[in-house]
């Protein structure tokens, strides 16, 4: 789910950049072209070396049909590698590939006011560990959706403009199918199962930007169209589907002054869930309607996974010559839950509520070939830490080593 | 002895990273078992280097291409590749892209010596071929894209004489037969990086199987440098060496 909030974030912050991708006056057709890499070896504290990157491709076209109408056609590769993430999200090994086409018509209603009507499609895949087949991804996704956008241009001297957007997807994952309902009882197939992730995403974003600052608010709401929240009494509700809300805010500024380049951000996401939880303590523990406490061997976890995120991310350049630039940074991610409690080594909630914390330092060096492109090599120390101790299938503690190089071509 | 040969070029090249390994050998038996389980994937990624899919210069009208290393050295892929022009950008009409045809074959000469002379190797062939078109347009004067198309195939077949079967992971391999074909498109971006040198950066993405690759490379007259990335493969940086002369 994670990874539909954030992409669903990412979505809305791209769309910032993007739609600040302006026609040349003398152009009909004026392309857009980024391509990034960035491969890294990983040495964590926990487990063997492993080696991981990503891969991003947009490839874009803006066409003025007129002086006040335009379109834009967009395409996105994306491949997240093997990595280092925060806990609770996906396993080192985990990854995914996407395509994402988005297109997008453009017009000028005012000297001030431009609205943008478009329609994105994407196809996810997931793999994990065990390297199966890309198709084969038991969370692979296809989603299909519109939006509607509005920028209002309060201050052409310094580039303000306040964008309003809207969005609403139908997200299917075709492959998906509750593993452990089946397992539990063999009479559960993937017809019964399928479909438990399948959603509906509206998104609402509010985003400013003038001059080197920029900010928003955004609001997503899932609403999952087949899976059943968990009643308090520990029985599927009949009638009740699952619904999360996603409320965030950020924020920033990209600054550069004599050979100093700074450009910090800070974020804060509210994450709430009507779904709860049923914590199986072990493998076969059967559970007992009248006792769901957490001293039980299954409990009922009210609001297991609502959460309140703070993001901070302050990366630093000296820019020594017009090519050479030193550069370190510093992200720092924290999690804390609302009614979760913390677990120690041996799966027993005890008092207190779970906080996760996630912090990478991070030192490199970065050339500059030309206008157009960049190479960087770094160094990363990850520290991640959290007081639920239950780590049997997810590492919650542990320190990492990154080294990688990076490459960027954007034109 | 000689039933090795191929084995050994295998072991080889992941080498240097097993050096860099916690756990040298748990990594290393991880690799194998990577490349024993899919291994035209892990050979096709070494065909991938030695496929020029970036267009010719402008101004040239065909060129011809050989890898050097990790191909022809040490895996003794023996290979040649082509470019043809049929389309110089704005000749027909202002605006119109160049167009360039690329494709290239290779075989592998430690395969054919396998076979010949060895006690316990019975079969083995390892070749492949690939084809495509790449149109490459200039959108400012110091950035050209470009745009392809290509098909490659390659077979991986080795087979070893009865009784003579090697034994990996615990498991006894007497044969593996192996292919890939796939159809890839291509998208790329070049600048200079000085005179007469050129940078680039592309990816190559399979629509079939999904197999991708970046490549960045930096080529002059003569000779190019790159390192093509294969994040899904068992190697996942190759550095590669190239030899080219276009006409």
């Known amino acids: ?411 | 002895m000689k039933r090795t040969i191929l084995l050994l070029t295998a072991l080889l090249c992941f080498n240097g990273a097993a050096f860099a390994a916690i756990d040298l050998e748990s990594k290393g038996m991880q690799m194998l078992g990577e490349v024993l389980a899919n291994p035209a994937a892990f050979f096709y990624d070494f065909q991938q280097d030695l496929e020029g899919t970036t267009p010719l210069p402008p101004g040239k009208t065909f060129g011809i291409q050989t890898g050097l290393f990790p191909t022809t050295i040490p895996l003794t892929y023996l290979n040649v590749s082509g470019k043809l022009r049929l389309h110089g950008e704005g000749r027909i009409a202002p605006g119109v892209p160049q167009l360039d045809l690329i494709g290239g074959y290779w075989d592998m000469l430690a395969a054919k010596m396998a076979t010949k002379d060895s006690d316990t190797i019975d079969s083995a062939k390892f070749g492949g071929y690939y084809m495509g078109a790449i149109i490459s347009a200039s959108v400012s004067p110091r950035v050209r894209t470009f745009w392809g198309y290509k098909r490659s195939v390659m077979a991986a077949k080795l087979a070893f004489k009865a009784g003579q079967e090697p034994e990996l992971l615990g498991t006894t391999v007497s044969s593996f037969n192996t292919g890939f074909k796939d159809d890839f498109v291509i998208a790329g971006i070049e600048t200079p990086k000085g005179i007469g040198k050129l940078w680039s950066m592309q990816l190559n993405y399979g629509l079939k199987t999904q197999t991708f690759s970046s490549k960045v490379s930096w080529y002059g007259k003569v000779f190019e440098l790159g390192l093509n990335i294969y994040p899904e493969g068992v190697l996942v940086i190759h550095p590669v060496w190239n030899m080219h002369l276009n006409f």
Do not use: C
Not at chain 1, 39 to 45: I, N, Q, R, T, W
Not at chain 1, 118 to 126: E, K, L, M, P, Q
Not at chain 1, 239 to 247: F, I, L, M, V
């Open chain 1, 1 to 411: 789910m994670k990874k539909i909030i954030l992409s669903a974030v990412v979505a809305a912050s791209l769309a910032g950049r993007l739609y600040a991708t302006v026609a040349e006056d003398s152009k009909i057709f004026t392309p857009f072209f980024d391509m990034s890499l960035n491969e890294a070896a990983y040495v964590p504290s926990v487990g063997n070396i492993f080696s991981g990157g990503n891969i991003n491709t947009q490839v874009g076209l803006l066409t003025k049909i007129t002086q006040k109408d335009q379109l834009f056609g967009l395409y996105n590769f994306n491949y997240a590698g093997p990595g280092f993430t925060p806990q609770d999200s996906k396993q080192f090994t985990d990854r995914s590939l996407s395509h994402s086409f988005t297109f997008e018509y453009r017009r000028n209603i005012t000297e001030k006011l431009r609205v943008r009507p478009g329609v994105a499609f994407t196809t996810d895949y997931s793999r994990s560990g065990a390297n199966e087949a890309w198709k084969n991804g038991l969370y692979n996704m296809t989603s299909s959706g519109l939006q509607l956008a509005a920028d209002y241009t309060f201050d052409f001297e310094r580039n303000g403009i306040v964008s309003l957007t809207y969005l609403a997807k139908s997200v299917k994952f075709p492959n998906y199918t509750d593993l452990l309902k089946e397992f539990q009882d063999p009479r559960n197939t993937a017809n019964v199962n399928g479909g438990l992730q399948d959603q509906g995403i509206k998104q609402v974003s509010l985003r400013p930007a003038w001059g080197k600052w920029f900010g928003g608010v955004t609001y997503t709401q899932q609403d999952y169209k087949n899976q059943k929240v968990i009643g308090l009494d520990g029985v599927y509700s009949l009638t009740d589907n699952q619904k999360d809300k996603t409320t965030m805010l950020d924020a920033g500024f990209h600054h550069t002054l004599w050979i100093f380049e700074l450009s910090p951000m800070v974020s804060y996401t509210m994450h709430r869930s009507n779904q709860n939880f049923l914590r199986y303590k072990y493998f076969g523990a059967v559970l007992n309607p009248a006792d769901l406490s957490g001293t039980s061997d299954v409990t009922l976890v009210a609001k297991n996974y609502d959460y309140n995120e703070f993001t901070l991310s302050v990366p630093l350049y000296l820019n020594i010559t017009g090519k050479w630039a030193i550069g370190g940074a510093v992200n720092m991610t924290s999690r804390k839950y609302t009614d979760r409690k913390k677990r120690d080594e041996n799966n027993n909630y005890v008092a207190g509520l779970q906080k996760n914390l996630m912090t990478t330092m991070t030192g490199s060096i970065r050339k500059r070939i030309n206008e157009t492109a960049l190479v960087q090599l770094y160094y990363a120390l990850t520290v991640v830490g959290s007081n639920n101790k239950f780590e049997k299938y997810m590492p919650a503690n542990y320190t990492g080593n990154t080294l990688g190089l990076s490459y960027q071509l954007s034109y």
